[in-house]
């Protein structure tokens, strides 16, 4: 198995541009977790997903941040627009309510706006 | 409020010596937790779990101990290695297995050769 996939690895844009990440689960994991981490905070809970359907999104900053599950497989967060405090390393991870071991997690991706 | 403490931000030990992270709770409902371990440009990796229904669990030279009463647990690497040297992160959930785990803001473990 490939593992949970993130792209892009490294994205810089400027203030105000849109940014779309992108997350694809591993095969046969049905719960979807977005974290961002920065230096002060650690790790985020985003926004977490059951097949398909987002059951909690109270840690989405505000309205300028979306995400959306539209398979089993992939997902997106979207940063519109985008400002320099959303400069972090963004990470999806994929688990299964049948397995022991917690989430698995991508490589991240780190996004910083100018 | 964090539910989830990791108190020492950074932590240097000595090759071969014994490295104690440490993680504290407030969520008496927590019952299962997690160390992960991460590495630069890396994503976490789970490193070892404890049940709320034990009070430690062992894992060739990781082992996490568990104490309920005072909402606390540790990760004792021995010995430690300089691979060891990464992010780890304590990760506790309410709900068992696979869901909503509450992560701490993590220790930066450094093994000195």
């Known amino acids: 198995d490939a593992g949970v996939i993130q792209s892009p690895r490294h994205e810089v844009t400027e203030m105000g541009q849109e940014v779309t990440l992108r997350c694809k689960l591993i095969s046969g994991h049905n719960s979807l977790f977005w974290y961002r981490q920065t230096m002060m905070r650690g790790l985020e809970l985003l926004i977490y997903?059951?097949?398909?359907?987002?059951?909690?999104d109270s840690g989405m900053p505000e309205d300028r941040f979306s995400a959306k599950m539209p398979n089993a497989s992939f997902s997106t967060l979207k940063i519109q627009p985008s400002e320099p405090r959303d400069s972090a390393v963004y990470f999806c991870a994929s688990s299964s309510l049948r397995g022991p071991y917690g989430y698995t997690f991508g490589s991240g991706t780190r996004l910083t706006v100018v | 409020d964090q539910q989830v403490k990791q108190n020492s931000p950074s932590l240097s030990v000595q090759e071969g010596r014994i490295s104690i992270l440490n993680c504290d709770y407030t969520?008496?409902?927590?019952?299962?937790f997690l160390w992960y371990k991460k590495y630069p440009a890396e994503g976490p990796t789970f490193l070892i779990s404890?049940?709320?229904?034990?009070d430690k669990n062992e894992d060739g030279r990781f082992t996490v101990f568990l104490n309920k009463s005072a909402k606390h647990l540790s990760l004792h690497i021995v010995p430690s290695q300089p691979g060891d040297s990464a992010v780890y992160f304590c990760?506790?959930?309410?709900?068992?297995?696979?869901?909503?785990?509450?992560f701490g803001p993590g220790t930066r473990l450094s093994v000195l050769p």
């Open positions: 969520n008496s409902m927590f019952d299962y």
């Open positions: 997903f059951n097949n398909n359907v987002p059951i909690d």
């Open positions: 990760a506790a959930s309410a709900q068992g297995y696979g869901q909503n785990f509450v």
């Open positions: 404890i049940s709320s229904i034990k």
